[in-house]
């Protein structure tokens, strides 16, 4: 079967999630909501809003992501409030997404659109992944899905630790609200989620100097490429299970109103702002997990194609899409994306040792 060419499809999915997410937010008012908020320093309740540096353009830039995360992350019981549970479930998606862009930056970062992480994490932070997603995964289909260079062995070894410093990023969103903290300290998590991805690189590159002056003692993991994915992939499932039972055992909590976008339940009123970021990441939850279901198939489509040796091809053929979507159907979209890039590390990994005994 002949896959449609990815730079079409995965712009058709940019662009409608764009539609989706920013073009729903001005038709129904609540982007004017936010700014306006931004602008007075003023929640829609009548609560303060914080400034962080002084200068007026950043604090206004960065009211704006606390507006909309504002009505996320504020209820008296936030297991049992669909917007945060979906909240939890996008963002630790997020974080394999996010492994992802430093795994293919450190593949090569003198050349190439995938250079970066920080740029496209904090693209998909502010602007949201139903677009940003979508473009990151069309430059990786069209420029690593088939062949990509290897990591340095230093690099390989830091990612572990930049996945669980991934994870705690993602924590610190949520933790001062599941602690009950104060709304100013809540405003606080959100700037440093938003601002962390951009301490990520140093800090991977701190670890692998660390792993390279104590090689001599160090051994390592055996893949750790995988070892990363499968730190992030595997809570990303658990927060995943947990969503989805929470929703199921809970009477009071919907499967539709986590998932399922409703444009029309977003209507004037005190519950514009919040009912606009519940339909705005409710449209990033599903072109994510589109987008990685669109990955899946065209890295399969290509080694099928190429069929480069015996062993790639029965590897690649025995992982369908059928396959990736009851992983991303059970478990979620990060844990699809974990366990697809662990796949396709495995299969590196055999054929570089294949050709070293060649």
Known sequence: MTLVKPFYLFSALAGLGFIAQWILMILNGSLFAMILASWTNTFPDGSALKTWTGFWPIDFTLGILVVFFGGLLDSTDLLNHEPFLLLADLILSLAVCGTMTLVEDRRDRKKGPLRFPAFWQLMW??????????????????????????????????????????????????????????????????????????????????????????????????S??????????????VIHIFVLLRTFQNPEL??????????SAVQPGPTLIHESALLFIQFGHMTVSASILAIGAYM??????????SLAERLWTNTPVLKLMAVEGIFGPGAALAWLMSTRERERNVDDALSKKA
């Not at 139903?130 to 340095?152: D, W």
Request: charge should be positive.
């Open 125 to 222: 932070n502010f602007f949201g992944a139903a677009s940003i997603m979508p473009t990151f995964s069309r430059y990786y289909v069209m420029n690593r899905c088939v062949n990509s260079p290897g990591l340095s062995r230093d690099q390989a070894q830091a990612l572990p630790f930049t996945a669980l410093c991934m994870l705690a990023i993602s924590s610190a969103l949520f933790a001062p609200a599941l602690l009950g903290a104060e709304p100013f300290r809540i405003q606080d998590s959100v700037i440093v989620w938003f601002l962390a991805p951009v301490a990520v690189g140093p800090f991977q590159d701190l670890v692998s100097a660390l792993i390279s002056r104590s090689s001599s003692v160090y051994k390592g993991f055996g």
């Open 224 to 237: 750790p490429i995988s070892v990363a994915y499968s730190i992030v992939g595997t809570v990303s499932a």
């Open 254 to 263: 919907s499967w539709s109103r986590v998932y399922w976008p409703c444009p």
């Open 300 to 309: 399969i489509g290509s080694k099928k194609a190429l069929a480069s040796s």
